[in-house]
């Protein structure tokens, strides 16, 4: 099946709301329609710029999708600085990242709390893009393939089959992230494929083969094309070079097969 590629920018702790609309707009404006019937892109800024990007994007008919960085397990309550499935789908967002590494590392969040953030974006009809990756001394002890799928199983904790569809997952070794160490499209394969793997023996072949793999970490667009030609990588997590319209621009053409606009 092919599945289509998905590039969704990560813009992490950058960018003010009027800061957003500019590269939105600039987005908008260089990365012509016909794209998008090759590929999903999505843009996931801070929360404090998630109502702009959504008057943006709905009152121009623009056919960028974006979500958020992170939600809350829970729906609603005393959870100072917390905010909510509920509260993402009412700005329409499509997509939200669950598990990231800076996340898993700075607000020391676990698996168990990975996995009930999953539950809670699908409850809300969000995805999630759980993702997944090992430091480098696992992968210098060649555990790498174990280490991201217990992560994988450990975050889908709970779901049946027909929600598994839903969740994006994004392979991003910790190694590779703003370090301009790209993993290889070589390694990128060898973790999808296992990941993909995994899917299929514990949810079966057709879920398996909708579910998007993304690769993330130092992504630009001199490595895009090789790495979305790997059968089992589905498009890409971006970070830094999310934050610079032409390139992004650039990425996003390039993972729909070109040409650059
Ligand atoms: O963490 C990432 C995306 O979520 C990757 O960041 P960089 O593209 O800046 O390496």
Redesign the pocket.
């Given at each position: 099946m092919a599945r289509k590629p998905l590039i969704a920018g990560?813009w992490k702790m950058n960018l003010n709301h009027l800061e957003a609309i500019a590269l939105v707009q600039k987005i908008a404006f260089s990365l012509p329609e016909k794209y998008y019937a090759k590929v999903d892109v999505a843009v996931l800024p801070p929360f404090t710029d998630i109502r702009s990007v959504q008057t943006l994007v709905d009152g121009d008919k623009l056919l960028l999708t974006y979500g958020a960085q992170d939600l809350s397990p829970h729906d609603s309550g005393a959870y100072t600085g917390d905010v909510s499935g509920p509260m993402l789908a009412k700005l329409g967002c499509s997509y939200v990242?669950v598990g990231?590494s800076e996340r898993r590392e700075y607000h020391h969040e676990d698996d168990e709390l990975v996995s009930k953030k999953v539950r809670a974006a699908l409850k809300h009809g969000i995805k999630p893009i759980l993702c997944v990756g090992e430091k480098l001394e696992v992968r210098e002890a060649g555990n790498h393939v174990d280490h991201c799928f217990d992560q994988l199983i450990a975050g889908l904790k709970g779901l049946k089959a027909e929600q598994v569809k839903d969740v994006v997952v994004a392979y991003?070794p910790v190694w590779?992230?703003?370090t301009g160490k790209v993993a290889t499209a070589t390694d990128a394969e060898e973790v999808g494929k296992a990941l993909r793997a995994a899917l299929a023996d514990k949810y079966g072949a057709e879920v398996a083969d909708e579910v998007r793999v993304l690769y993330?970490?130092?992504?630009k667009s001199g490595n895009i094309a090789e790495l979305v030609a790997c059968d089992n990588i589905d498009g890409a997590?971006?970070?830094?070079?999310s934050l610079q319209a032409d390139e992004f621009t650039k990425l996003c053409a390039l993972a729909a097969g070109g040409p650059l606009p």
């Open positions: 990560n990242t990231h991003e590779a992230i703003g993330g970490g130092s992504v997590l971006v970070g830094g070079a």
